[in-house]
């Protein structure tokens, strides 16, 4: 049985892309490094062509914060003080702050703030809590130097945000002013009823093992519940003001809605927004409405968080 038609609400190139998404063959074995590493050679090129949409200058940066590579990108002249935290996806297993400039700049841009995107350890060679264990060094080291954070991330690296922000409350470390999550991995033990309901519409994750899998790998030795592992489980008391997208086609809508309605539970200000015929990480897609759309209102949580 074929996928329904995109709704006809969508733009053309929405409806282009449910039709005809990128396909790109995923290891056997997550936690065989060496297959791993073929895989991150295959799907970088891909994932970085998307930059080419940037229609703007903007600067980039490499450096290291509390020991770990970090990449800048700034658009002009942001003030001293704030700065955005973001954390790239790619399941925990692969990635790079590269993937997300096509994201990262146009926040930099529409919002007048740095952004610093960590290039954290990834697995089946670090498992958890490598992942971890760098984004809150990072997160440490800026708050030490009095920079007032926001933090955001999409797919894993939305679970990693909400990770970090949790490892810092328990650590006594100063909150950020917001916490934004797009398409997040919150749930590795793929709990969601929707890794079944929509995985027949589901464009990019037809077969949950797909993310199920390096998941796994991920979390090595670690229950798959571990509130670090899976912020779906974790304490969401006091965290900050939050934001969390998901699109109406993807397995993963399940989790954002889930984790959504436990963080309003516990007191937590949250706005979901779910784009319906949305698939996984639709905001990367600069220049498609729907995108600019999502960004838009990103850029508007935080402007206002940090107001």
């Known amino acids: ?26 290891p056997d074995d997550w936690t065989d490094p060496w297959s791993v590493q073929d895989f991150r050679d295959r799907a970088h090129p891909l994932w970085c062509g998307v930059n080419e949409r940037l229609d703007f200058d903007y600067r980039v940066e490499a450096e290291q914060i509390a020991g770990v590579v970090v990449e800048r990108i700034r658009v002009g002249k942001p003030p001293a003080g704030r700065a955005l935290l973001h954390f790239h996806g790619g399941m925990y297993c692969s990635g790079t702050p590269e993937i997300d400039r096509v994201m990262n700049a146009p926040i930099a841009r529409d ?63 100063v909150a950020p002013v917001a916490l934004v999550l797009m398409s997040p991995m919150l749930d590795l033990t793929g709990g969601s009823d929707t890794y079944r309901t929509l995985q027949p519409v589901d464009p990019d994750y037809h077969e949950p093992s797909v993310l199920l899998e390096p998941g796994a790998a991920y979390a090595g030795s670690t229950a798959l519940d571990h509130p670090l592992v899976s912020p779906l489980f974790a304490d969401l008391t006091g ?19 889930r984790f959504a309605r436990r963080a309003r ?20 897609w600069y220049g498609l409405p729907e995108a600019d759309d999502a960004i838009a209102s990103v850029v508007t949580h935080l402007r206002d968080s940090f107001s």
Not at 5 to 26: K, N, T, V
């Open 239 to 257: 965290l900050p003001p939050m934001l969390v997208q998901a699109g109406g086609r993807e397995v993963l809508l399940g989790d954002s809605v």
């Open 1 to 26: 049985m074929s996928p329904p038609a995109p709704p006809s609400h969508l733009s053309q190139g929405a409806r282009e892309y449910l039709l005809q998404p990128d396909m790109i063959s995923y």
């Open 111 to 173: 919002l007048g703030v740095e952004v610093i995107s960590v290039d954290y350890r990834l697995a089946p060679e670090y498992p958890f809590p490598g992942a971890v264990d760098d984004a809150l060094a990072v997160y440490r080291a800026l708050v030490d130097d009095g920079v007032a954070l926001a933090v955001y991330g999409e797919s894993a690296g939305g679970g990693l945000a909400a990770a970090c922000v949790v490892a810092a409350r328990a650590e006594g470390i």
């Open 265 to 284: 539970a516990a007191g937590v200000d949250v706005t979901l927004e779910v784009l319906d015929g949305g698939w996984h990480n639709w905001p990367l």
